[in-house]
């Protein structure tokens, strides 16, 4: 996102009286250390300083808000506030999108003085992660907000800009007060307070100094050039002969129309390294059969292609230990946690198998025995059923999800298995029947594939949606409107957790069905 400069009005004479500036951050963005700068500069130049702070409820659903007020020193200390009053804040920084929406909010914002800096990158909030599908807040409704609101506006990937130099936020967003002017002191003295700091300086100069010219040039932030790459292009890795037979089977594709071969080509991608080469062929087969029949401009091809490897991709024990024991997996949370030479790292797995979970790895005919035995299924679940914490960090812990992740081969014996493919073909059958007479039902049909997602409980809940829905697909089926229910349904399955949207929509469709 491109950097957001825009100024209305004068604003007062800040260095006249107290300048009054807030910080929103939360856990892990180094509200602390942004502050001790900013009371640091403040005092080698004259000025007296006050800095408070309360913290937030958790790390993610409560910001802690930092406040700093400084004035000349004078032959009478000045009296300081303890927090910040709406309508009374000269300067706002934010360290995310959403924060600077909750101190547009809060009334800290206001157009007749403040300058509002703040980083346009996304730190989910509790309530954004609950909803089934997307409840990510818009950030561009608080970008608007904040050009209306503020004096002054600065808005840039600050965090990015800090990880791209080997830094934090907190030497970006530094860099970008210094670069905004809204304080009345040279650049000098801004890096003065992180050389004085004696952490990280080399690395914090460099953030700052990126953040700083994004701030007073209003322009965007520098990019890396990176080459783009589509699927046909990207590396395959494996033996000679494997990556001769993908590639093989990868030319199947172009038989099919060009909007849905990227699509295919991906979904297949997805497939094999799920399972191997023939799980991929059944992949195109079922893709290719629904190519036979489209009658649209290959949407309803390109949503099989997504669809039907979302669905052969499912999340079962092997694939989640797979995935935590994964080359380069390690590599990827050091780089998260920006681990430095020197510092160890532990990683420790959280595992809450449930019964069904357990029982899904038996013999499909065993397991299916098994799962309809009540007494059988209490007995695994008191065994298993319990929280469980491994060390994969350790050759232990990593062993034993190495050898379950690569327990592929067994993976088509499996009950669970065999319950994936019954909804897998039940679900195409009814595709395939509405694409005879309606194909833009069919393909709302194959996005309902969306509600299902996830491991355990969420795998569970995410199916009872589905199979609803499905329900109330056969309600509107020959109708007209039908397409527009079923996606009507399914946004509203994606609402809320517990469904009780998608009870409503069930009662409308009940009501004229």
């Given at each position: ?192 307070a992180i050389r004085t700091s004696g952490k990280g ?276 089926e020959g109708r007209a409107d039908a397409a527009d ?29």
């Amino acid at each position: 996102m491109n950097a957001h400069v825009k100024t209305t009005g004068e604003g007062s004479d800040q260095s006249a009286g107290i300048i009054k500036l807030a910080i929103l951050a939360v856990g892990g963005q180094g509200g602390g250390v942004l502050t001790s700068w900013i009371e640091s500069v403040a005092r080698a130049n004259g000025y007296a300083a006050q800095a408070t702070s309360v913290a937030g409820v958790a790390q993610r659903t409560g910001a802690t808000v930092y406040y700093v007020e400084m004035a000349p020193e004078g032959p009478q200390k000045p009296v300081f506030s303890l927090m910040p009053a709406a309508g009374d804040v000269d300067i706002m920084i934010t360290a995310e999108m959403m924060e600077a929406g909750r101190s547009i909010m809060r009334g800290f914002v206001t157009p007749d003085r403040t300058v509002l800096i703040t980083s346009s990158h996304r730190a989910l909030a509790v309530s954004e992660k609950m909803v089934p599908g997307d409840g990510i807040a818009s950030s561009e409704e608080v970008i608007a907000a904040a050009q209306i609101a503020a004096r002054k506006l600065i808005c840039e990937d600050f965090d990015k800009l800090a990880v791209a130099n080997g830094s934090v936020i907190s030497a970006t967003l530094f860099g970008a007060l210094a670069g905004s002017g809204a304080l009345p002191f040279t650049r000098d003295a801004f890096e003065d307070a992180i050389r004085t700091s004696g952490k990280g300086v080399d690395a914090s100069l460099r953030a700052f100094a990126a953040a700083f010219d994004v701030a007073a040039n209003g322009g965007p932030a520098p990019k890396a050039e990176t080459a783009a790459h589509s699927p046909a292009q990207q590396a395959i890795g494996g033996p000679d002969r494997l990556q001769a037979q993908f590639h093989e089977l990868a030319s199947r594709t172009n038989d099919l129309r060009p909007e849905a071969r990227e699509m295919a080509l991906t979904g297949l991608r997805k497939v094999v390294d799920f399972q191997d080469i023939a799980y991929g062929a059944e992949y195109l087969d079922r893709v290719q059969k629904i190519a036979e029949i489209d009658r649209t401009d290959a949407r309803m091809t390109r949503e099989a292609a997504k669809y039907i490897a979302n669905a052969m991709t499912y999340d079962d024990i092997i694939r989640v230990a797979d995935a935590k024991t994964r080359d380069g997996r390690d590599r990827r949370i050091a780089d998260e946690m920006r681990l430095k030479d020197g510092q160890l790292m532990q990683v420790t797995e959280f595992l809450h198998p449930r019964a069904e979970e357990i029982v899904s790895l038996l013999p499909a005919k065993m397991g299916a025995r098994w799962q309809s035995n009540p007494r059988r299924m209490k007995l695994v679940d008191r065994l298993f059923n319990r929280g469980r914490r491994i060390r994969t960090d350790g050759i232990i812990g990593f062993g034993m999800l190495y050898l379950l992740g690569g327990a592929k081969s067994w993976r088509r014996r499996t009950l669970r298995h065999a319950e994936e493919m019954a909804h897998l073909d039940s679900w195409l059958g009814r595709v395939h029947a509405a694409a005879a007479h309606d194909q833009e039902t069919a393909i709302e049909l194959l996005r309902c594939q969306r509600l299902i997602k996830g491991y355990s409980d969420t795998h569970a809940r995410g199916q009872s949606k589905f199979a609803r829905v499905m329900d109330g697909a056969s309600m509107v089926e020959g109708r007209a409107d039908a397409a527009d229910w079923i996606r009507r349904m399914r946004e509203a399955a994606l609402q809320d957790e517990k469904g009780e949207a998608l009870d409503g929509a069930l009662q409308t469709v009940r009501s004229f069905a």
